[in-house]
Structure formats: structure tokens, C-alpha cells
T-cell receptor, first 112, second 115 residues
């Protein structure tokens, strides 16, 4: 089944404790992206990747890191999480830049 | 960078009525405009998209129109049904420069269709 998976789905952590949210797709998509969703602000792009080893900043990259060592995986790293990073996070992938993006199920992160 | 404004933030209609959601964008170089639907507690899903070389696109009850001169695009849903109730997001993709590949979303419209 073609899908985008994220783990964990829910996470409660404390300020400063490094964490990684994994994202994996099995559709051989070149383009992958991370978004955060906050009430009233819509979806804001954090980072995106157009191919292996190619990553670029979105609109809200501060406090986040990403890597794209393999085509299928695009982990989101929070080196030192802060409460303002409490949010719902979505990973997405698409075959090409201007193509249907398929979203993962979301990760709800709470930073205390 | 690109800025996308979406209106209205909430929209309430009776079943069978039409619904229209409008978005404006700032970067005239943007060339791809998707619309996503997000039901409560679920992930966003693409419902329709349009590229800058096309003025209108239809898919059954859903249509999107694009006015490049005015830099706005709209989602039209006809004969609305209760299952159309959801949050709808528009987006615009940057076409060049250092922002190539960025996708900027509007703030979302909560559509409620009353039976």
C-alpha cells in the first residue's frame, strides 16, 4: 500500500531534550516536506527536500534540522525543543515539485 | 517570499448551496496552486489543483479558477453536501530563485454544510 508514515504519532517531552520524528514513504517520491499546523495559522512549511542530499528551508526552519540520506526517509530533528514548538507536524511527499502531495498521519508534539 | 491570504476563515452554507473560497498570492512567479481538504482529526488531502498556464479546471462538483493578472484563485463547490464539511486550504508554489520548491499555504477556511 502506497503511504507516508510518521513516528511517533504522539509525543510529550520536556524543554531541551533532543528528539527525532521519523518520516518514510514507499512511493519512490523525490520531493519530501515537513509542515507544522497551528490553529489559525494553517500549514507552515519547515523544510523541504527535492532529492537525496538536497534540503532547503521553508518558512519556519528555526529550531529544526532535517536530513535526506536516503530517498524514502526524511527525519525531522529538534535539537533543543522549546514550548513554542508544541504543534501538530505533518510530513508529505510527492513525485515531483508540482504534483499531488501525500501527507503522513501527523505527529502531535507537546513540549513542556 | 510568497504570502497567501485566504478568505473567508469560516463559511456556513445550506446543503445544496454553492460555496466559494478565495485566495490571493503575492509572488507573480508562482506557478502551481493546489487545494487541500482536511477533515477533523485527519491529514490534508488534495482535492484539485491548477497550474499557471490554465485559467479554470473542473472535477465534478469542484472547480478552481485562476486570475494571474490579479494574483488570485478561487475554489468553487456546487451542490454542497454535509460530507463537504471540513477545513480547506489553498496553497501556492514558488517557481524560482532561492524559494524554488517552497509551498505556502493559506490560513484555512472552515466550511460547514447544514443539512
Amino acid at each position: 500500500e502506497a503511504q507516508v508514515t510518521q513516528n511517533p504519532r504522539y509525543l510529550i517531552t520536556v524543554t531541551g531534550k533532543k528528539l527525532t520524528v521519523t518520516c518514510s514513504q514507499n512511493m519512490n517520491h523525490e520531493y519530501m516536506s515537513w509542515y507544522r499546523q497551528d490553529p489559525g495559522l494553517g500549514l507552515r512549511q519547515i523544510y523541504y527536500s527535492m532529492n537525496v542530499e538536497v534540503t532547503d528551508k521553508g518558512d519556519v526552519p528555526e529550531g529544526y534540522k532535517v536530513s535526506r540520506k536516503e530517498k524514502r526517509n526524511f527525519p525531522l530533528i529538534l535539537e533543543s525543543p522549546s514550548p513554542n514548538q508544541t504543534s501538530l507536524y505533518f510530513c508529505a511527499s510527492s513525485r515531483a515539485l508540482s504534483d499531488t502531495q501525500y501527507f503522513g498521519p501527523g505527529t502531535r508534539l507537546t513540549v513542556l | 517570499g510568497e504570502n497567501v491570504e485566504q478568505h473567508p476563515s469560516t463559511l456556513s452554507v445550506q446543503e445544496g448551496d454553492s460555496a466559494v473560497i478565495k485566495c490571493t498570492y503575492s509572488d507573480s512567479a508562482s506557478n502551481y496552486f493546489p487545494w487541500y481538504k482536511q477533515e477533523l482529526g485527519k491529514r490534508p488531502q488534495l482535492i484539485i489543483d491548477i497550474r499557471s498556464n490554465v485559467g479554470e479546471k473542473k472535477d465534478q462538483r469542484i472547480a478552481v479558477t485562476l486570475n494571474k493578472t490579479a494574483k488570485h484563485f478561487s475554489l468553487h463547490i456546487t451542490e454542497t453536501q454535509p460530507e463537504d464539511s471540513a477545513v480547506y486550504f489553498c496553497a501556492a508554489k514558488d517557481a524560482g530563485g532561492t524559494s524554488y520548491g517552497k509551498l505556502t499555504f493559506g490560513q484555512g477556511t472552515i466550511l460547514t454544510v447544514h443539512p
